[in-house]
């Protein structure tokens, strides 16, 4: 190594070392390395130590190793040390760590196979690289494609795309991705889908020609060079290919674990075809030369399958079936010859078995005899001079001749085939230039090479010379554009070899020599190669140990070749008998295929022979004389000269190199095998690019880039105003040495590792500011902390001192507290001794002088109690005679009541055993429950009355019985005194005694009826005590209820508004995809017309080309400025001339394609209706189920509560019926008594029950209060629920078991009673609105039957092509009244009615277009009629045409029902000067000047108060003919003017007013709500205007779309620069190294677009719109669409660019969003939906800068990044790169985290967003408030021939 960057050798360097196992090892020096050193110290990953020594003889130093953050970079040329190992390890990182296959490196595309299916192929890539540069986008091999074709439009120059790299490494698919490319971004130049059909040549190319190896399941076995050509526009017109090296020998011998090619193994698994059964064919094992490899199936790949593929590719390219037949019939003819079975005869002849079966089936395929071919299978013809010789062969020869004869045949049909495709893909338009696609093989070494490998080496010498030269070339001319001193670069250049392969006296030339020797041999032809180029040529050498073999030093490495078979297969010999006998064949197809005198497509090459692993092939030149063989050229010759050939091509071309890689030879994804893809990289010329690079300049900086990186290096003094300056003097201080870099015009150029130490002083000077930054935050919180442990230390002394302090203090006064506690505990002691003494005295002369007094106390205190005794005995004695007396009285009174009782008690019974019989007699006759709730009503009534009555009856029965006990208590007084005055004393006495009996009993009973009152009283207050609990339990119930009933009707209409809610998304869901899918079906109407019109245009202009006296291309100019309506209508009627020659002149292509075209939308249109009816029912049946479940949960709430109502209801019965009875009770036991009504306790009791019975009515009116709010809940519920009730009701009377539920039974009836009635009328009042309905819709219907009477009276007035047409349009509009009368009757079923008019919409709207069809070509054929009849001078309706009819596509007749209103403010015009108001107002209107000076909206104004005189006159063929003028004059001036931002914008504007004119003047009541009056007076009185209403709404839909595209043009180029690459925040994100293939610069210089930019230009949109009168709601659309693009592009390029995932572009991102944000909020738009738009921009700006490394940052990611699909958030995570060494890479297992996270998503695997996506657009009505009479028509108008009316 160059010992220039020894200071680099420092500790803690890394290195590469080299490495048996990994080639290249990294490690670290753990000392600094000194001059003179002869070993390293050094550390491996592993943390093993390692002395490496140094080579003696060079002393050269170990690679140094790039640093981190260049590692990954997408040039390999970016990289500051270039070399091997830096190369081997940038690719395993970007290939294993990040999933990138494809790495630049330089000029060359470096491609990975990945073994895997990627998803980076789609059209939504294809489009992000389309427009793009080459360094701007991550590499991909549309990026190379891309600049091909850029290059090719820009220069003008030929390009070509060499694939090279050898089997496996992904050549054919890289050239196919790259014609797919082309495919898609140019389109065709016709209507044949020549794109198509160039793609579809890869499958038939890949059937014949791809066979299964042993490192590859689709290996291409030939190598192909494409041409596809363009016209001058660029289009695809056709292309052609040219064939290289085909490997015949596959066809008859194919090694272990391979296969043959695939069209064989597709034929025999394909063999049950009906189609294919006369092939009798069978499994492929079944045949020799599809089994030798022992694989006949690979996995994952559908035989069948494929076949069907293939024949539709054929069936695509013109080959039709017969063809396809005879092709498969040649190709199984060579599997049945493989397996005809030769057998010896003797030692020199050979025989075939008679009456072979397989060659049976060979002779009947191609059409040949049994018996020549048989005979000339064993036998071939010798010529001499002479005489001729029949030889038989031995069975060896007979069996190479019959594989040779097979191989030919196979070639043959192969480059029939070849030829087929050509012409399929050949064109009559002149080809203005071609990108050529060579997908060839790269360079081969095996154990035994032979000469199929020297000739693919000998191609790769030619291609890598090439390759040198042009990259030679390209830096010679970067260095001479910069004007830097030029120095020649020593690179390896082979043409040494090259002139040892094919120079006179070469290796070439000698075969050639030896081949027309007539005995000559490998041996022989080995000795030459010896003799003439052992001693002359360093790069031939001979091996050691063998003298047929010769060793060739090529450009990748060494190759020993095997002499053996060179001759052979140089010589190409087939048997001519067998050639003569199948041209002598009856099969046509074989016959062409051995035709002589056809031309040769292309140059191939072709060797026989069994041996080796790859055989090549070559077509024969068919210009020979057949019978010289003097003249026939050898394999090695042909391919020498095709080879010549192509070289000739590609330098003509300026190329473009793909590289395939292959990583490892077991076909596992994404692992890479340093070995294999070190051999690969050194083969393929990707190393000696590197090393081309790396001898010159191949660091290289633009000085605005390197001031911005190495800025830091520089002091403030050194920075000039000048940057160039500031970079010389800054470099000249920094890099002492000159030689190391050289200035030019606009870039500095570094020699290698410069950068690298560039880098290492950058690092080492922001290391040093860290350091110093954290030295200083670090000094800062140590003194902080310092500070605060001071201030501690201060607060912990204060407050320890001060604790002493109070301990001293406390010590202190503890002391003298205890001394004072003790003098007084001293006198204490003494007190206590002297009062315990006196105490002693004291009680004992108490206790003395006590016991003396207790003994006198106790002698009188027993005198006394003996007298007590003797008194109370006494009067126990006469109480118990008194008690005994009592008890036997109480006893006899208690036996004759109980007699009393029980005679009661039996009468009760057999009452009640009566009313349980009547019960039982009358439980379950529910018939007479309503007769009993009658009867009951009427009873309640009467025990009403009756009560009253009794009431009163007790009241005068009271005072009546007063008076009759006063009265008899006189009368006693009057009988006492005559008793007293008759009777005795005796009598007296008598009575006396008999009155003290019976007040003695008196007594007895009312102290009886007290005990009992007391008793009853007692058990009353208990009663009332439980009834109040009862009434709590009651009310919290009640409470209960009430609140269960807020929270369910709470949460019903909480579920309701949320399904509400739901409904309401879903159905604006489907409404925005209906309106999505309608508007795209309008533009690509739209496309189609423009398709149509661009059509009869050039049809025009060739009819003009011929005619001379019509109009010629100059007098018909495209200008704007010279564009007349005249001009137009002129052009017009030319065309409706040429009719008949325009229907004859359309390709037939595009009528297959238009109906292709039209059977998928109908397809499309069947398919969205099933999805809408499937949506329909899942919807119903949702419906319906939650109904159910509401129902069902709502029914079980009602039941529970009807039944605690009842219980409630029963209850309250129960007591009621018990307080009665005891009332009762109380009344007949106290009549009974005549004291006990009157007494205290009975008015007590009585109170206290009077009391319960209010609380008890109470109750109930609370019960009553809960039950109606029950009932007005269940009517407030649907009738489905109400029906329910008497069902419920009905099953609980069956339940009835005992009295008080039959009460309860009639109370419910009572209920359902009511409900009942309550439905009924409900009921009754649906009637009568359904009645009243019925009515006005009878109404309608005849007045409905009078205007279609109208109508057919109107009609049939009508010419006859005409009424079909208006009856569509009739039944259109009613269909729309009839939508609009759903909608605003019945919202709920607005849904079903709109699905119905829908349907009933496209098929009229499909009959419609059959009508128009129809309509066309009756025009047409009148158009015809007219022309003759003009001819022959008696037709006059030229003149009688208005011009609205004459422009392109008018709108249909349209029958406009008349109507009678007044009319004011309108504009008259003569009908001749109709056209001279369309090109004053629409075709020469300018934008800019009506925008600015005018009122907005005026050209649609006027044409509005036009219209308005039209109608006023009721003039409808004058009405349609301003329309139809209208409309389609819009539609020129857009096609004309279609990129001009102002003038789409003016129109959409106009457009739209002009529709909300048609709408708010149309009369009806929808749109005059906002009218003035005298706006009412202004509505159209005659015509009914609905149908154009929607012509009209359709072209405001495709000007809206026409804006959008125009307004994507113009911010698109704006929005990476602005949005990525511009560094809104300066200095956050550090530039870093580029290769050579630059990177757009993020310093805004002069034309780079910056965020101000696009900020200006959305400013320039909204002004524009507002000033052209744009509704505001239209506004807002336009600006959510704007934000979508930016978002949409501004993602997909940060997901395809590694170079602007980082943190810092994170930060710059958020910034420029936020900038928009704020734009919106300035203009009052956040609300408009933009900013959601921007939300997975937003958060993908997130996701690189949060923090990547732990599950919990990985859980973090998951939730915020809802916006992004999977697929985008493992992208940005992979291409996260590190600007500065400080960030870190993310993880390989953090990846894998979040993709196990993220699994269960459910999103679409699309990795870009879709930039071509609008969203439907609604054109909200927008009433005017400026009235019409007002308007002033200003006169730069030129309208002075309106007259104001």
Known sequence: MNRELEFMFVDCARVWIPDAEEVWRSAELTKDYNNGDVSLQLLLEDGASLEHKLDPKTKNLPYLRNPDILVGENDLTALSYLHEPAVLHNL?????????????????????????????????????????????????????????????????????????????????????????????????????????????????????????????????????????????????????????????????????????????????????????????????????????????????????????????????????????????????????????????????????????????????????????????????????????????????????????????????????????????????????????????????????????????????????????????????????????????????????????????????????????????????????????????????????????????????????????????????????????????????????????????ISPTGQAPGTGGRTRLSVKPDKSRDKGSKENKKTVGCQFRNSLQMLMDTLNATTPHYVRCIKPNDFKMAFTFDPKRAVQQLRACGVLETIRISAAGFPSRWTYQEFFSRYRVLMKQKDVLPDKKLTCRNVLEKLVQDQDKYQFGKTKIFFRAGQVAYLEKLRADKLRAACIRIQKTIRCWLARKKYLRQRNAAITIQRFTRGHQARC????????????????????????????????????????????????????????????????????????????????????????????????????????????????????????????????????????????????????????????????LTRLRGYQEEAKNKTNQVSSLLEELEKLKKELSVTQQEKKTIEDWAHTYRNEMEKMVSELKEQNGLLKTEKDDLNRLIQEQSQQMTEKMARSIVQETQQLNKELNEERSRYQNLLSEHRRLEEKHDDLKE???????????????????????????????????????????????????????????????????????????????????????????????????????????????????????HNLAEMRQSLLRDGSASSAAPGSPAYKVLLEQLNASCEELDVRKEEVLILRSQLVSQKEAMHHKETMTEPSVYAQEVSKLKDADELKQACIGLKDTNRLLEQQLQAQRRTNDSEVEALRSELQSVKEENNRQQQLLAQNLQLPPEARIEASLQHEITRLTNENLEVIADNPTASREARVIILRRMVDLMEHLEKQDRTIRKLKKQLKV???????????????????????????????????????????????????????????????????????????????????????????????????????????????????????????????????????????????????????????????????????????????????????ENILQPMIVSGMLEHETIQGVSGVKPTGLRKRTSSIADEGTYTLDSILRQLNAFHSTMCQHGTDPELIKQVVKQQFYIVGAVTLNNLLLRKDMCSWSKGMQIRYNVSQLEEWLRDKGLMTCGAKETLEPLIQAAQLLQVKKKTDEDAEAICSMCLALTTAQIVRVLNLYTPVNEFEERVSVAFIRTIQTRLRDRCESPQLLMDTKMIYPVTFPFNPSTLALETIQIPGSLNLAFLTRV
């Open 1098 to 1216: 050039h049809l025009a202009s060739s009819n003009v080309s011929k005619h001379g006296h019509r109009r010629t291309d100059s007098t018909h100019s495209s200008n704007e400025s010279e564009y007349t309506y005249n001009s137009e209508y002129a052009e017009l009627e030319e065309g409706s001339r040429a009719a008949e020659d325009v229907t004859r002149g359309i390709d037939t292509s595009l009528t297959l394609k238009l109906q292709k075209r039209l059977t998928e939308m109908e397809q499309e249109k069947q398919s969205l209706r099933d999805e809408l009816e499937n949506k329909e029912d899942q919807f119903q049946r949702a419906r319906a189920r939650d109904d159910a479940e509401f129902k069902k949960a709502r029914g079980a709430e009602l039941e529970y509560e009807s039944l605690k109502r009842q219980e409630l209801e029963s209850e309250n019965k129960k007591l009621k």
């Open 92 to 600: 395993k990182v970007r290939f294993v760590d990040s999933k990138l296959i494809y790495t630049y490196c330089g000029i060359v595309l470096v491609a990975i196979n990945p073994y895997e299916t990627l998803p980076i192929y789609g059209t939504d890539i294809i489009n992000a690289y389309s427009g793009q540069n080459m360094g701007d986008m991550d590499p991909h091999i549309f990026a190379v494609a891309e600049e091909a074709y850029k290059q090719m439009a820009r220069d003008e120059r030929n390009q070509s795309i060499i694939v090279s790299g050898e089997s496996g490494a992904g050549k054919t698919v890289s050239a196919k991705y790259a014609m797919r490319y082309f495919a898609t971004v140019s389109g065709s130049a016709s209507e044949a889908n020549i794109e198509d059909k160039v793609l579809a040549s890869n499958p038939i190319m890949e059937a014949i020609g791809n066979a299964k190896t042993t490192r590859n399941d689709n290996s291409s076995r030939f190598g192909k060079y494409i041409e596809i050509g363009f016209d001058n526009r660029y289009r695809i017109i056709g292309a052609n290919m040219r064939t290289y090296l085909l490997e015949k020998s596959r066809v008859v011998f194919q090694a272990d674990e391979e296969r043959n090619y695939h069209i064989f193994y597709q034929l025999c698994a394909s063999s049950h075809l009906p189609e294919l059964k006369p092939l009798k064919l069978g499994s492929a094992n079944d045949f020799s030369y599809t089994r030798k490899g022992r694989s006949p199936v690979i996995e994952g790949v559908d035989d069948t399958k494929e076949l069907s593929n293939t024949r539709h590719a054929f069936s695509l390219l013109g080959i039709n079936e017969s063809y396809q037949m005879g092709l498969f019939q040649v190709l199984a003819a060579i599997l049945h010859l493989g397996n005809v079975e030769i057998k010896d005869r003797d030692a020199d002849s050979s025989i075939i078995p008679p009456n072979n079966s397989h060659l049976k089936a060979f002779c009947d395929l191609v059409g040949v005899t049994y018996q020549d071919m048989s005979q000339w299978l064993c036998h071939r013809k010798l010529k001499t001079a002479t005489e001729t010789y029949v030889k038989p062969l031995p069975r060896l020869q007979a069996t190479n001749a019959r594989d040779a004869l097979s191989k030919h045949i196979y070639a043959k049909l192969f480059n029939w085939i070849v030829e087929h495709v050509n012409k399929a893909l050949m064109t009559n338009i002149k080809q203005h230039s071609f990108i050529g696609v060579l997908d060839i093989y790269g360079f081969e070494t095996f154990e035994i090479n032979s000469f199929e490998q020297f000739c693919i080496n000998y191609a790769n010498e030619k291609l890598q010379q090439q390759f040198n030269m042009h990259v030679f070339k390209l830096e010679q001319e970067e260095y001479m554009k910069e004007q830097i001193p030029w120095t020649l670069i020593d690179f390896y250049d082979n043409q040494p070899c090259i002139n040892l392969i094919e120079a006179k006296m070469g290796i070439l030339d000698l075969l050639d020599e030896e081949c027309k020797m007539p005995k000559g041999s490998d041996d022989s032809w080995a000795q030459k190669l010896y003799n003439t180029h052992l001693k002359t040529c360093a790069l031939f050498e001979k091996p050691r140990m063998s003298n047929r073999a010769f060793i060739i030093q090529h450009f990748a490495d060494k190759v020993e070749y095997q002499c053996d078979g060179f001759l052979e297969k140089n010589k190409d010999t087939v048997n001519e008998e067998q050639i003569n006998v199948l041209k002598a064949s009856k099969f046509d197809l074989l016959v062409e295929l051995f035709q002589d005198g056809e031309k040769a």
């Open 808 to 967: 001293l203090a406390k010590f202190m006064r503890r002391t003298q507290a205890a001394t004072i506690i003790q003098k007084y505990r001293r006198m204490y002691v003494e007190k206590k001794r002297y009062r315990q003494k006196q105490a002693a005295a004291l009680g004992m002369q108490t206790i003395l002088r006590g016991y003396m007094a207790r003994q006198k106390y106790q002698a009188l205190l027993r005198a006394h109690k003996v007298v007590i005794i003797q008194k109370r005995v006494r009067g126990w004695l006469a109480r118990c005679w008194y008690k005994r007396c009592l008890e036997s009285i109480v006893y006899l009174q208690c036996c004759i009541r109980r007699m009393r009782a029980r005679r009661e008690l039996k009468k009760l019974k057999i009452e009640a055993r009566s009313v349980e019989h009547f019960k039982k007699l009358n439980r379950g006759m529910e018939n007479k429950i309503m007769q009993l709730q009658r009867k009951i009503d009427e009873q309640t009534k009467d025990n009403r009355s009756v009560s009253e009555r009794l009431a009163s009856l007790e009241t005068s029965h009271t005072t009546e019985r007063e008076k009759m006990r006063g009265e």
């Open 1425 to 1607: 009629y007219s022309k003759r009849i003009g001819e022959m001078g008696a037709g006059q309706a030229e003149g009688q045409t208005s011009p609205g009819q004459m422009v392109d596509e008018p709108i249909h007749p349209v029958n406009i029902p008349r109507r009678e209103k007044d009319f004011q403010g309108m504009l008259e015009y003569k009908r001749e000067d109709e056209l001279k108001l369309i090109k004053n107002l629409i075709l020469e209107l300018k934008p800019r000047g009506v925008a600015v000076n005018l009122i907005p909206g005026l050209p649609a104004y006027i044409l509005f108060m036009c219209l308005r005189h039209a109608d006023y006159n009721n003039d409808d063929q004058k009405v349609r003919t301003l329309l139809t003028s209208t409309i389609n004059s819009i539609k020129k001036i857009l096609k004309k003017r279609g990129d001009d931002f102002e003038t789409v914008s003016f129109w959409l504007a106009n457009t739209c007013r002009f529709l909300h004119c048609l709408k708010q003047y149309s009369g009806d009541e929808v749109f005059m709500k906002h009218n003035t009056t005298r706006q009412n007076e202004h509505c159209l009185s005659n015509f009914d205007l609905a149908e154009y209403r929607q012509v009209i709404s359709d072209l405001a839909i495709q000007i809206y779309q026409q804006l959008i595209k125009c307004m």
